[in-house]
C-alpha cells in the first residue's frame, strides 16, 4: 500500500454554525480498537473487584467533577453541534443525575438476592446475582452526545463494567471530554475509553474480540448493520433507534399546555431529538383552537436563535424533501413554507391534514417540523400513532383519560400531559419496540442490561431420596409423578 491509499489517520471535526474546524481526532483502525477493548478488560478485573461499596464513591466523584464543569462541558456540545447554551447545558444536568442515581441504585438492583426455592426445591437455597459483562461497547450518535451515550456509559460502568466508547464523526471532542473527566476522578485505571473515526471504528469495535454487548444508539438503517456485525461473534446488543413520536391531544385537554408542548418537543434541538414530536394528532372537536395555540407559538420561534442548525448538513435535504412531500400530498402549511432551508438552518414547519402516507408521516424527519392531523376520536388517534414501524415514545394530553391512552399505545414511554418527561425520571427504563430497536437504558432495566444474570441453587441438606442420581429408586418417581398429578393436573 502506498502512503496515497492509506486511510486518512485524522480527521476534523467542525462547528456546524460556522464551519470552522474545532478539532483534529485519530481515525481509529481495527487494531487501535482492539487495543482499547485489551486494556478496558485489565481495568474491568480492577472495576468489578472493587464491589459496589468500592465502585459508587469513584463514580460519585467523577459525577462531581461533571457537575461543577457543566459549563466547561456545555461549550464543548455546543461548538459542535451548534445548539444554544442552555440546551446542552440541560443535556449535562440530565446526564449528572442518570449518573448519580445508577451508581446508588446499582447495589440494591444487581446484588446478589434470595428468590423462593419451591417445593421440588425445598432442600435448596436459591439466590441470582448480576455480575457485569466486563467490557461494553458504546456506540453514539451526535444530537445529545452527552445524554444519550451516558444512558449506556453511567450504567454499564455502575454495573461493574468498563467502556470503550465511539461517539459520533460529528461529535468525537464531547466523547474525549467525557473521558477525560473520569480519567482525572478515577485515574486508577482506564475506566472510560474513546474511539474515534468513522463508520469503520464502530463497525471495529462491533468485531473487536472481548467485547461482552454493543449498546448502539443511532438510526435504524445502522442498528441493523451493527446488530449484524456482532452476530458474527454471538456477541448481544442493545438497540436504541429513532423514532416517529406521536402526541395525542384530547377534547378534554388543556390545549395552550398541549400547544406548548407539541411546539418544544417537535422544534427544540431543530427537531433532532430522537423521542421530539413528530405527529400531532388532534381530536376534531378542539383541532382549530389547537392549531392556532400551536401557529402562535411557532411562529414565534427564530432559527439560529430559538435551536441551531442542522448540525448534519445533509439532514436539511431529508426536511425539505418531507415538507415538499407533505405539502404536495395535500397538507396544509400553517408555518412556514415549501422553502424552510437556509444557510444550514431549518425554519420552523407547521402543517394540517398531511395524508398518512406522506413520508411526514411515515418516515423521520428530525427537523423542526410539525404534522397536525385531526383525528375523529381516541380510537382514530391511537390507530394513526400506532400505524407507522417505529415505536420509541409518544406524548398524551387529556383531562381525563390520560393513562388510559397511553396504556394503548405501541412504544416505549410515554408523557402524560407533558413531552418527553420520562427522560429525566432516571428509574424509568428508557427504549422502543420495532423499528425503534430494543433493549432499555435508565432504571432498573438498564442496570440490568449490562449484566448476566446468575443463578446459585446451594444444597442446604441432602434429600433422604435422592432424585437426581443413578441411586434412585423407582418408587421415587411414582411417588413424585403421584404428587404432581394431585397438585398441577386438577
Ligand atoms: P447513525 O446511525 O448515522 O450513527 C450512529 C453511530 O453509529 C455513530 O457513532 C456512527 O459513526 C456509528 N456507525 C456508523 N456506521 C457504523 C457501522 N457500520 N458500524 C458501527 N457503527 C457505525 O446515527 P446518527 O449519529 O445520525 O444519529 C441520529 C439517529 O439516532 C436518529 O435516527 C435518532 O433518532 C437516533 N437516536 C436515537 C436515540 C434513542 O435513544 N433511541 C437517542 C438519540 C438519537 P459515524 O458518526 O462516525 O458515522
Known amino acids: 500500500m502506498t502512503a ?174 467525557l473521558a477525560d473527566t473520569l480519567a482525572e476522578a478515577v485515574p486508577d485505571a482506564p475506566l472510560l475509553q474513546v474511539v474515534t473515526g468513522y463508520g469503520e471504528t464502530g463497525a471495529a469495535l462491533c468485531r473487536a474480540r472481548g467485547v461482552g454487548k454493543i449498546a448502539f444508539t443511532g438510526s435504524t438503517a445502522t442498528g441493523k448493520r451493527v446488530m449484524a456485525a456482532c452476530a458474527e461473534n454471538l456477541v448481544p446488543v442493545l438497540i436504541e433507534c429513532g423514532g416517529k413520536d406521536a402526541m395525542i391531544v384530547d377534547s378534554d385537554a388543556d390545549l395552550a399546555a398541549a400547544a406548548d408542548a407539541a411546539v418544544w418537543g417537535g422544534m427544540s434541538n431543530a427537531g433532532q431529538t430522537c423521542v421530539g414530536v413528530e405527529r400531532v394528532y388532534v381530536l376534531g372537536t378542539v383541532a382549530d383552537a389547537f392549531a392556532a395555540e400551536v401557529t402562535k407559538r411557532a411562529l414565534a420561534l427564530r432559527a439560529g436563535e430559538s435551536f441551531g442548525p442542522m448540525t448534519m448538513p445533509a439532514q436539511a435535504d431529508v426536511v425539505a424533501r418531507h415538507v415538499a412531500d407533505a405539502l404536495a400530498a395535500g397538507g396544509t402549511a400553517l408555518v412556514g413554507g415549501p422553502d424552510p432551508v437556509h444557510d444550514g438552518l431549518v425554519d420552523p414547519v407547521v402543517i394540517a391534514d398531511v395524508p398518512e402516507d406522506s413520508v411526514a408521516v411515515t418516515e423521520e424527519t428530525f427537523g423542526p417540523v410539525l404534522v397536525v392531523n385531526r383525528v375523529q376520536d381516541v380510537d382514530d388517534a391511537v390507530r394513526r400513532a400506532n400505524a407507522t414501524g417505529y415505536g420509541l415514545g409518544a406524548s398524551v394530553f387529556s383531562g381525563a383519560r390520560g393513562e388510559e391512552i397511553a396504556g394503548r399505545l405501541r412504544c416505549g414511554m410515554v408523557a402524560v400531559n407533558g413531552v418527553i418527561s420520562f427522560a429525566g425520571i432516571p428509574a424509568l427504563p428508557f427504549g422502543g419496540v420495532g423499528d425503534s430497536g430494543f433493549g432499555r437504558i435508565h432504571g432498573d432495566d438498564g442496570l440490568r442490561e449490562f449484566t448476566r444474570p446468575q443463578a446459585v441453587a446451594r444444597q442446604r441438606f441432602a434429600l433422604p431420596v435422592p432424585l437426581t442420581s443413578f441411586r434412585r429408586p423407582a418408587s421415587a418417581m411414582k411417588g413424585l409423578v403421584r404428587m404432581t398429578r394431585l397438585r398441577m393436573g386438577r
Do not use: C
Not at 453514539?140 to 456509559?153: A, E, L, R
Open 4 to 177: 496515497t491509499d492509506a486511510a486518512p489517520r485524522t480527521f476534523e471535526s467542525l462547528d456546524p454554525r460556522t464551519g470552522d474546524v474545532v478539532g483534529t481526532h485519530p481515525v481509529h483502525d481495527a487494531a487501535a480498537v482492539q487495543a482499547a477493548v485489551d486494556k478496558a478488560a485489565v481495568a474491568a478485573d480492577w472495576w468489578r473487584g472493587l464491589g459496589f461499596d468500592g465502585r459508587l464513591p469513584r463514580l460519585a466523584a467523577w459525577r462531581s467533577l461533571l457537575a461543577n464543569r457543566i459549563d466547561d462541558l456545555a461549550g464543548v456540545i455546543v461548538t459542535e453541534t451548534g445548539k444554544p447554551l442552555d440546551d446542552a447545558r440541560l443535556e449535562l444536568v440530565l446526564a449528572v443525575d442518570h449518573l448519580d442515581w445508577a451508581a446508588r441504585n446499582a447495589k440494591r438492583v444487581l446484588g446478589r438476592r434470595s428468590v423462593r426455592a419451591g417445593l421440588l426445591g425445598a432442600n435448596q437455597a436459591a439466590s441470582v446475582s448480576y455480575p457485569p459483562l466486563g467490557v461494553v461497547g458504546v456506540i453514539g450518535p451526535w444530537n445529545y452526545p452527552v445524554f444519550t451515550p451516558m444512558g449506556s456509559i453511567a450504567y454499564a460502568l455502575a454495573a461493574g463494567n468498563t467502556v470503550v466508547f465511539k461517539p459520533s464523526e460529528l461529535t468525537p471532542g464531547v466523547g474525549r471530554a
